[in-house]
């Protein structure tokens, strides 16, 4: 499998419908975040160039109703998942 820029995940992405990264069509490629080198099921946004991640804070919720979440700092490592 060659890394072709295809195959590369953007520098910055969201799961939220809202923002300006958000990207469904290469969120329905399966995105995985390494993150610190340890594996993140829990990641709402990301960005490598920044160096920093954004998690769900538990079931906590703003006055909008939206998570809240917390803003990571470390080293970021966004891959597509092989398909099954």
Request: aromatic share 10%; hydrophobic share 30%; with cysteine.
């Given at each position: ?18 923002s300006p990264y ?63």
């Amino acid at each position: 499998m060659s890394d072709t820029p295809a195959d590369t995940p953007p520098d910055r992405l969201s799961t939220d419908p809202r923002s300006p990264y958000y990207n469904a069509a290469v969120l329905e490629r399966d995105v995985g975040i390494r993150f610190k080198g340890v594996e993140r099921t829990n990641v709402e946004e990301y960005c490598v160039s920044e160096g920093w991640v954004r998690v769900s804070a538990g079931p906590a919720k703003d006055r909008y109703g939206n998570p809240m979440t917390i803003k990571l700092t470390g080293m970021v490592e966004p891959y597509f998942r092989p398909r099954q």
